[in-house]
């Protein structure tokens, strides 16, 4: 019997970096448009990260899937820089992240793990999974994506 192979993600961090460039704006106008500080794109760039919940309030006004930003690792040599449309609004719910081990019959990852795994503690897995202030970045989510076999869209569904 042939096991089905692992789809690898990676973050599209070069369509981050580009992205005012595309969209016609400067860095500063990246983080006014969803209402965070004039510094915010620059803070991004230079952690190499954005938590998740801001990458959807972006994609949200400017009309972004999401999924532009988290690619198959196939496609790391040639990333694609330009965006897919989407007039559907991306729906963030973090707290989807207890669907992990919320089975406790067939769980995919029991908690205790997750935490070992990712080098969190409790408090931090807690706080990724507050529906209304997430602390979550796409490099973590994309980690537990590769990780644990998931698909990436579980935390955009209702």
Same mark, same amino acid.
């Given at each position: %019997?042939?096991? /089905? %192979? +692992? ?8 369509? !981050?970096?580009?992205?005012? *460039? ?5 860095? *500063? ?6 209402? +965070?500080?004039? %510094?915010?794109?620059?803070? #991004? ?7 998740? +919940?801001?990458?959807? #309030?972006? =994609? ?6 999401? %999924? ?15 965006? *897919? ?19 406790? !019959? ?5 908690? /205790? ?8 503690? /409790?408090?931090?897995?807690?706080? !990724? ?7 979550? =970045?796409? =490099? ?12 990436? /869209?579980?935390?955009? +569904?209702?």
């Amino acid at each position: %019997m042939q096991q /089905k %192979m +692992k789809v690898r993600f990676i973050y599209n961090e070069p369509l !981050f970096v580009e992205l005012p *460039r595309l969209l016609g704006i400067t860095n *500063r106008h990246v983080g006014e448009s969803i209402g +965070k500080s004039r %510094m915010w794109y620059q803070q #991004a760039l230079d952690r190499q990260d954005a938590m998740l +919940k801001h990458l959807v #309030a972006l =994609c949200n006004v400017w009309h972004i899937d999401i %999924m532009s930003f988290i690619i198959p690792a196939e496609d790391y040599d040639n990333p694609d820089l330009n965006f *897919r449309r989407s007039e559907t609004p991306v729906e963030y719910h973090p707290g989807n992240i207890r669907l992990l081990w919320r089975d406790r !019959f067939q769980p995919i990852v029991m908690r /205790k793990q997750l935490q070992e795994d990712g080098g969190w503690n /409790k408090l931090t897995v807690r706080a !990724f999974m507050n529906e209304e202030n997430s602390t979550l =970045c796409i =490099c973590d989510w994309i980690f537990m994506c590769n990780q644990y076999n998931l698909d990436p /869209k579980l935390i955009f +569904k209702p």
